[in-house]
C-alpha cells in the first residue's frame, strides 16, 4: 500500500516518510528509519508495522509514551488521516490510495475536526546552511529522554505503561539455551538490544530505567515468551521468563552483583 506520515511540532512540517517496508523504526536513534531529535523522543520510541493492507502503530515501552487521536496505546490498526504524537511531534498518517484528488497533495486533503492543523499551510521557511553534526552518540545517551508530565486521566489502550509495569533487576543477562551461540551470555545494558536474526525474526529487548521490555522487530514469525506467541507492542520480562526467537532460545538470568 502506498502510505506515509508527515511529521510536525508547533504546526511546522518536519519531515515526511514513505512506510515502504514491512517495518520502520521512529526514535531519536541515529539508526532508526525517521529520527526525531529531540529530547522528549527515545532512543527508540515506536514503530509502524505494514501488514498486507493494514497498518499497526507499536509503542517501544518509551519514556513518554506514544498517543494516537489522543489516546495512549501500546499497539493499535492506523487509519487514513489519523494522528500519532511522539513526545512533542505529531505525525500524521496518509493512505495514498484515499486521497482526494491528486495522489500526494496535502493541499487538497481535509483533516479530521479533532486536528486542523493546516500542515501544507506551514511551509518551514528557508534554513539556513547546516551546522557540523555532534558526534555520534550511542545507546547510553539517547536511554536518557526527557519525561512529559503526564494527565494522570488519560485514557489508555493496551498493555500497562512503564510506571506500572512490574519491575525488574536492573542486573540481569540473556543466556542462549539453544541455537547459534549456545552458552554465549547476551548482556542488556544498552537501551535496546537486538536478538534474532538481523533482517529476519528478530526482537527488540528495551531497557527503560530498571525495567526491561520484549517487543517483536522483523521478520515472519513472531518471537515466543514462555511459549506463547508475542503481541504486539512491548511486554515486560523477567528473570526465568524463556524467549525464542529466530530459531534461538534464550533464558533470563539474573546477574550476581
Known amino acids: 500500500m502506498a502510505a506515509r506520515v508527515v511529521l510536525s511540532l508547533d504546526d511546522r512540517i518536519v519531515a515526511e516518510a514513505e512506510l515502504a517496508r514491512p517495518v520502520t523504526v521512529v526514535g531519536r536513534h541515529p539508526d532508526c528509519d525517521l529520527v526525531i531529535d529531540h529530547p522528549a523522543i527515545s532512543g527508540r520510541h515506536m514503530l509502524f508495522r505494514v501488514v498486507d493492507r493494514t497498518v499497526y502503530a507499536e509503542d517501544l515501552a518509551s519514556t513518554n509514551g506514544t498517543k494516537e487521536?489522543?489516546?495512549?496505546?501500546?499497539?493499535?490498526?492506523?487509519?487514513?488521516?489519523?494522528?500519532i504524537e511522539v513526545g512533542r511531534h505529531k505525525m500524521h498518517f496518509f493512505d495514498d490510495t484515499m486521497m482526494v484528488g491528486t495522489v500526494g497533495s496535502l493541499e487538497t486533503t481535509v483533516l479530521t475536526d479533532y486536528e486542523r492543523t493546516m500542515l501544507a499551510a506551514h511551509v518551514p521557511a528557508p534554513q539556513p546552511?547546516?551546522?557540523?553534526?555532534?558526534?555520534?552518540?550511542?545507546?547510553?545517551?539517547?536511554?536518557?529522554?526527557?519525561?512529559?508530565a503526564r494527565d494522570p486521566a488519560l485514557a489508555t489502550g493496551g498493555s500497562a505503561s512503564a510506571a506500572e509495569a512490574p519491575a525488574a533487576s536492573a542486573a540481569i543477562a540473556l543466556r542462549v539455551t539453544s541455537g547459534a551461540g549456545e552458552g554465549k551470555l547476551v548482556t542488556l545494558d544498552h537501551a535496546n538490544t537486538m536478538i534474532g536474526n538481523p533482517g529476519g525474526d528478530s526482537a527488540l529487548v528495551v531497557r527503560r530505567g530498571d525495567r526491561f521490555y520484549l517487543a517483536r522487530f522483523g521478520g515472519s514469525r513472531a518471537p515466543r515468551l514462555n511459549r506463547t506467541d508475542l503481541g504486539p507492542g512491548a511486554h515486560p520480562i523477567g528473570v526465568r521468563d524463556v524467549i525464542e526467537v529466530g530459531g534461538s532460545s534464550f533464558l533470563v538470568i539474573q546477574l550476581e552483583q
Open 129 to 148: 546552511a547546516a551546522a557540523p553534526q555532534p558526534p555520534r552518540r550511542g545507546d547510553d545517551e539517547l536511554s536518557r529522554t526527557a519525561a512529559i
Open 69 to 83: 487521536n489522543g489516546i495512549a496505546i501500546s499497539h493499535r490498526v492506523v487509519h487514513h488521516l489519523d494522528m
